[in-house]
Structures are given as structure tokens and as C-alpha cells.
């Protein structure tokens, strides 16, 4: 069982930066394809950021596009989300989430990567607090 573990949440004024890890803490998830998820509050949990297995491929989010950098460090069963330039508006829960082993194939449309249909294994999530 992937049991995927977030952390680097905190509360920060707008325009600084945060740096989210998520721990695969059975050290399984190498070949899964990963994202990062976010629920703002009152709001539906939405897409952010993902990286394909093999992380040759990444996606954004059109809100994030250029603040937001998504990485994983297979050394260490980590995957990263640097986030820079925070505004207000990021404020939320953030969960990182794993697809399937080798998710949908070596090259994934967006589509298959923005859907959380897709994801079936999530973390508790990390609390992102945003000032103005």
C-alpha cells in the first residue's frame, strides 16, 4: 500500500515561498505518476501541478503556470512543489496524489494528468496560508 506523507505547509505573507515535499514512506512510488492537488476553502479540491513517471513530462495549472515548479527526487521518494510568488489566493489544503503504476502510458495528455479520476492514492494534505 503507497502511503504518501506532505509537509512544508505554513502560513506566509503574499509573495514569499513555500517548498511542499511529499514522502512515499514505503518507497514504492517511482514509477507512479504524481501530482499535486489543492482544496481552497469552500471550494472543490482542484488541480495544480503533475509529473509523469518518469518525470519527463510535466502540467500546471494555468493559475500557477510560472510560480509554480513541480520536481521529483527519486534518490530520496520525494516529489516537490516549489512555489514562489505566493498570492492570497493559493490559500488551501494541498495533497499530493499518485496514479496508478506507470499511470496511462510514457506519454500522458494533460487531460489524463489534470483528472482526479486518475489519482488513487492521496495524502492527508498540508495547510498553505496566504497573507495579504
Known amino acids: 500500500q503507497v502511503q504518501l506523507v506532505e509537509s512544508g505547509g505554513g502560513l506566509v505573507q503574499a509573495g514569499d515561498s513555500l517548498r511542499l515535499s511529499c514522502e512515499d514512506s514505503?518507497?514504492?512510488?517511482?514509477?507512479?505518476?504524481m501530482g499535486w492537488f489543492r482544496q481552497p476553502p469552500g471550494k472543490e479540491r482542484e488541480f495544480v501541478a503533475a509529473?509523469?513517471?518518469?518525470?519527463?513530462?510535466?502540467f500546471y495549472a494555468d493559475s500557477v503556470k510560472g510560480r509554480f515548479t513541480i520536481s521529483r527526487e527519486h534518490a530520496q521518494y520525494t516529489m516537490s512543489l516549489q512555489m514562489n510568488s505566493l498570492k492570497p489566493e493559493d490559500t488551501a489544503v494541498y495533497y499530493c496524489?499518485?496514479?496508478?503504476?506507470?499511470?496511462?502510458?510514457?506519454?500522458?495528455?494533460?487531460?489524463?494528468?489534470?483528472?482526479?479520476?486518475?489519482?488513487?492514492?492521496w495524502g492527508q494534505g498540508t495547510q498553505v496560508t496566504v497573507s495579504s
Open positions: 514505503r518507497r514504492r512510488f517511482i514509477t507512479f505518476p
Open positions: 496524489a499518485a496514479q496508478y503504476e506507470y499511470g496511462l502510458g510514457p506519454k500522458p495528455s494533460r487531460e489524463d494528468m489534470v483528472d482526479q479520476k486518475n489519482y488513487h492514492y
Open positions: 509529473i509523469n513517471w518518469n518525470g519527463g513530462s510535466t
